[in-house]
């Protein structure tokens, strides 16, 4: 029996093929970078025909390292970067624009045109989304504004769109399957999370015709199988997942209340909230977790913080405190604790659960006895105090309490951080002994559709841990510094005004 599963994971910065074994253990990666197109301030692109060029070159690198037969391969599973838009021509499978990347706030203009009728929340109780320029719809809209042509093409069936789930099927399957998933689907402010389908109306108000959008399909059942002549030819493709989802169904965050938080450059926590759709009061986003075959779809929270990995980054970068990013614990463990130095990094402004854009950022307590040791400290501990913020937030809106918090990601590897991010939360925090959560997640939803894997409770078998830190704070400590965090967060709201922008024009 075939037992190999074959993840794809297309991302923001490169595509990766990783095939794993029966047990979940890593056999072969391959991994392949692409160009970030950056044509003027605030627009990134994609060349779409070089994600597809690079997918199947990592597919048959990755078959090649794993020195395995096609035959020996059960299904493909794929995961990729959410809301990010390509549009083709369905008759020469060529794209007529480059990609628009979910980071791209072109369409701001649309954007606010939108919300100056019903504000941002305007169609947050059918999509769990907030109106922003990261979901898909203002990119589709300014596709079919800005290319001659496009809207009448589009409807007249002439052009497809796709995130790059649906534009890889679609090539894979030599033009012949056109899906996403609800978990894609649940980004692009088009779709209904209750009937998890496209809804009219929003179709209407974006002026995006339907005949250009895909089936929306379950996230673990067979859409179809890699062409002739392909790499994997005949493989079933059987599992599609965007990123931060995949990353849960990974870390076999299934049910309600479980959870999992990445720490990369920015911070993405998602908790779980079973069939239940819980419509967020403090700034998180309701999504689709995942949803198997014709099972009820599974939904979750998810809150995002923009600024985590990357103060790492700039304290190497732009403060030429430390040569590279894991240096930071060395330099944190020069002092016992920060100090009372503490560190808000809204370089932004503050998303979930503040949502303050007149926020920047501030490094606060200091006296004269604060050192780099201590600004390395309060650089980590800003991370999981920002955590505790979006938790909160969490606990919040569904009235329970987190049992326990899965991480993964560049910055778990970090003992400090991890200590720190369970005693401020006062939750035990475990890593997996396979942190490439995101590419399992996709190799377990394929392998679940094709009998690979039996059924949740075989995948939950299969996660193994490889650490835990429990905490050892009080909770009078915790409380107090929590809430010298939050007064810190106060300092840094109502920053920008018109003398602060007209000294930054
Ligand atoms: P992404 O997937 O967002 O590119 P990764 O999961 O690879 O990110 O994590 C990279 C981030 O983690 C970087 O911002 C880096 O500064 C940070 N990082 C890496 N190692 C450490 C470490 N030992 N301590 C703290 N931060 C780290």
């Given at each position: ?6 993840a794809?994971d ?18 072969a990666t ?6 970030q197109?950056?044509p003027?301030a ?6 779409a ?6 997918t ?7 078959l090649?390292e794993?020195a395995?037969d ?9 995961t ?5 838009v ?13 990609a628009?990347?979910w980071?791209?706030?072109?369409t701001?203009a649309k954007?606010?045109e939108l ?16 109106l ?12 079919l ?5 496009a ?5 007249r069936?002439e052009?497809?769109?796709g ?5 890889l ?7 012949s ?14 779709m ?22 895909p ?20 493989v079933p493709?059987a599992g ?8 849960t169904?990974g870390?076999?965050a ?22 239940d759709?819980v ?8 999504t ?32 030429g ?18 100090g ?6 809204a ?6 659960p ?12 200091l ?17 999981a105090?920002?955590t ?5 937030a ?14 993964d ?6 003992d ?10 006062g ?5 997996p002994?396979?942190?490439?959560t ?7 939803a394929?392998?679940?559709?094709t009998?690979?894997w ?11 841990e490889?650490r ?12 107090r510094?929590?809430?010298v ?20 024009a």
């Amino acid at each position: 029996m075939a037992v190999h599963v074959i993840a794809l994971d297309q991302g923001t910065t490169s595509t990766r093929a990783i095939v794993f074994d029966h047990a979940g253990e890593i056999v072969a990666t391959s991994q392949r970078e692409h160009e970030q197109i950056l044509p003027r301030a605030g627009w990134v692109e994609h060349d779409a025909t070089e994600i597809r060029d690079n997918t199947l070159w990592v597919l048959q690198h990755a078959l090649d390292e794993a020195a395995i037969d096609v035959s020996d391969v059960a299904a493909l599973g794929i995961t990729n970067q959410r809301e990010t838009v390509i549009v083709w021509d369905r008759a020469t499978g060529e794209p007529i624009h480059n990609a628009i990347v979910w980071q791209d706030t072109r369409t701001q203009a649309k954007v606010d045109e939108l919300a100056r009728d019903g504000g941002t929340d305007r169609f947050a109780a059918q999509t769990g989304l907030p109106l922003s320029t990261y979901s898909s719809a203002s990119k589709i809209a300014w596709i079919l504004d800005r290319v001659p042509g496009a809207r009448e093409r589009a409807g007249r069936g002439e052009l497809l769109f796709g995130t790059p789930d649906t534009w890889l099927v679609w090539n894979l399957t030599g033009g012949s399957v056109h899906v996403t998933d609800v978990t894609n689907a649940s980004r692009t402010l088009l779709m209904d999370l209750r009937t998890l389908d496209w809804d009219d109306e929003l179709c209407r108000i974006w002026d995006i015709p339907r005949a250009m959008l895909p089936e929306v399909r379950s996230s673990s059942e067979v859409f179809g199988s890699i062409a002739e002549g392909l790499p994997a030819a005949g493989v079933p493709i059987a599992g599609i997942l965007g990123d931060q989802q995949a990353a849960t169904f990974g870390q076999t965050a299934f049910e309600a209340g479980e959870s999992k938080n990445t720490y990369g450059t920015g911070n993405f926590l998602i908790v779980g909230t079973g069939t239940d759709i819980v419509r967020s009061q403090n700034g998180l986003i309701t999504t689709v977790a995942y949803r198997i075959g014709d099972e009820p779809a599974r939904y979750a929270l998810e809150g995002s913080i923009a600024v985590t990995g990357s103060l790492v980054q700039w304290l190497r970068d732009n403060l030429g405190l430390i040569a590279e990013s894991s240096d930071v614990e060395r330099l944190a463990a020069t002092v016992e604790d920060n100090g009372g130095a503490y560190f808000v990094p809204a370089f932004s402004g503050l998303f979930a659960p503040y949502w303050r854009p007149d926020a920047r950022g501030a490094l606060v307590g200091l006296t004269r006895f604060v050192n780099k040791g201590h600004i390395a400290r309060a650089a980590l501990e800003s991370t999981a105090f920002q955590t505790r913020d979006v938790i909160d937030a969490v606990v919040e809106d569904t009235g329970t309490t987190l049992p326990e918090l899965r991480v993964d990601g560049g910055m778990t590897r970090n003992d400090t951080l991890m200590q720190f991010q369970a005693d401020v939360l006062g939750v035990t925090v475990i890593r997996p002994r396979i942190t490439e959560t995101t590419a399992l997640g996709a190799a377990f939803a394929a392998g679940l559709a094709t009998g690979v894997w039996a059924d949740l409770d075989e995948l939950r078998g299969l996660w193994q841990e490889d650490r835990r830190w429990t905490p050892t704070m009080d909770e009078e400590q915790r409380e107090r510094r929590y809430r010298v965090w939050r007064k810190a967060v106060s300092k840094s709201l109502d920053w920008t005004d018109a003398d602060t922008e007209a000294l930054d024009a």
